[in-house]
């Protein structure tokens, strides 16, 4: 890696870090320059300005495209119960919790960010398309019982984002192996 490259990305995830804590409007770029050992003309030269750093920002924080694809790998094992665990224990390992820190999302015109929060409702529809599949899967299978797969994919995801959150914001620890397995449990017993 060159030494632009190097410098860039210490900007970078130096102001990913003090925009993430106290939002765009909250940050300066002398702080950023103070803790990146840089100075605002290099912020200027890579990123164009302080909404060009925190855009840059975003883009690199705010997403969940990779934790989409562990999902979707759960949707090639053929038994729907199998399928079913897989999605739960890579919901609750590998959920990206650093895309939900709330500076983020606050910049200086808006309360929220309107343009990451369709982001992030585009990527939650697609995580909701993959259970939906998976429960599909079981009824047409006979795996589990009749029911509407929309509806038990949100009750699923539901389920699952209630102690994601909890972990992300109340810092409430659990054991995740022992979590996926009481969650996969209910929801298999729910769908016999």
Known sequence: MSFQ???????LDVASKLFAQ??????????????AGTTPPM????????????DAVRRDRISLREFV???ASSLTINEARESLSKFVKMYL?????????????IDDK???????????????????KIATSIITKGVKSGEFNE??????????????????FRRIHFSKNF?????????TDFFLRAMR
């Not at 960010?113 to 697609?126: C, P």
């Open 93 to 105: 390992d590998n959920f990206p919790e650093d895309a939900f820190e709330l500076g983020l999302y």
């Open 22 to 35: 106290k939002g765009y409007s909250n940050v300066s770029v002398r702080e950023i320059c103070k803790e």
């Open 5 to 11: 490259q190097l410098a860039s990305e210490k900007i």
């Open 147 to 164: 029911s509407n797969p929309e509806v038990s994919a949100d009750l699923l995801i539901g389920l699952l984002n209630h102690f994601v």
């Open 110 to 128: 808006e309360p929220l960010s309107k343009e990451n929060t369709k982001r992030i409702l585009n990527y939650f529809t697609q995580i909701h």
């Open 43 to 54: 912020i200027y030269y890579y990123y164009g300005s302080k909404r060009g750093l925190f």
């Open 175 to 183: 054991d995740t192996s022992k979590t996926a397995s009481y969650i």
């Open 69 to 71: 694809k562990q999902l």
